[in-house]
């Protein structure tokens, strides 16, 4: 009985924390989505008056229409290469047990654990270097650092879940390695390749450290030129900053919820303590 009572009040504590913590948030969010809204708004609850004026502002003014050309292209070119490499890279793991495989891995889980500020500023300083920073190369090849990684990560327990012995059953057939893989393997991996695509596409989108370093003035993604929009706030409307948050949050939101659809964020963290255990 006394057991039920103290644990009560800290049930009631951590709820009422997660409560405060959500109510908040949803006040932050909801002040921004009705100052995208409004005329003028000083020292009220709400607006005096209301339009949808800003979006077209922010529109003109941020170009967002070649800033979200410049996002497609950069999040399709990391999606691609980033599943050329690491479907091939975790059939191996999956498939293979050689020594230093566990190593291996933890190497490439390395880029998801570290934040992306320690590894993003040698990585940028190699890039300019030779020559890729600034421009939409340099932004791609820095994001496929992480995302080669997510890849891996999503297809391994994929791979892993097909029986071996339907590979063994094509070849003794006569199919070869690529027969296996364009007719066999891919139709059974196609859930998996959508889970990697859309959690690289989300992270991608979402990747400000390594664009941020990386991107020139026609290579910013919405996330960068976000930024660079806020740092002149002082300069803009503070209304029509607000209208492009609103639209890159929409964004992201919407990526979020349909990563969610294909992917079990509990199965790929038991996943990543099963490895480095």
Request: charged letters at 10%.
């Amino acid at each position: 009985m006394r057991r039920g009572l103290v644990a009560r009040p800290a049930a009631w504590l951590v709820w009422g924390l997660v409560a405060f913590f959500f109510v908040n948030l949803a006040g932050v969010i909801g002040s921004v989505v009705v100052s995208s809204f409004g005329t003028r708004w000083f020292d009220t609850w709400l607006p005096q008056g209301w339009t949808g004026g800003w979006y077209a502002q922010a529109w003109q003014e941020f170009g967002l229409l070649s800033v979200l050309l410049v996002t497609v292209q950069v999040s399709a070119l990391v999606v691609g290469i980033s599943v050329l490499i690491g479907v091939p890279a975790a059939y191996v793991l999956a498939r293979r047990s050689f020594p230093g495989r566990r190593l291996l891995y933890l190497l490439f889980l390395l880029p998801i654990l570290m934040p992306p500020i320690t590894y993003g500023i040698p990585l940028a300083t190699v890039l300019y270097k030779y020559g890729f920073a600034g421009h939409v190369s340099g932004v791609v090849l820095a994001n496929l650092v992480p995302s080669v990684p997510f890849v891996i990560l999503t297809m391994t327990p994929f791979i892993e879940q097909i029986d071996p012995a339907i590979e063994r059953a094509a070849r003794m057939c006569g199919a070869g390695t690529r027969q296996i893989f364009t007719r066999i393997l891919a139709p059974l991996l196609v859930p998996g390749l959508l889970a990697a695509s859309i959690l690289v596409l989300v992270r991608t989108v979402g990747m400000f450290e390594l664009t941020f370093l990386t991107a020139g003035p026609d290579s910013q993604t919405l996330v960068v030129a976000l930024y660079y929009s806020m740092s002149a706030a002082g300069i803009r409307a503070q209304q029509s900053v607000d209208a492009m948050a609103v639209i890159y949050t929409t964004m992201m939101l919407v990526l979020l919820v349909v990563a969610l659809r294909f992917v079990n964020p509990t199965q790929l963290v038991a996943r990543v303590k099963e490895d480095v255990e």
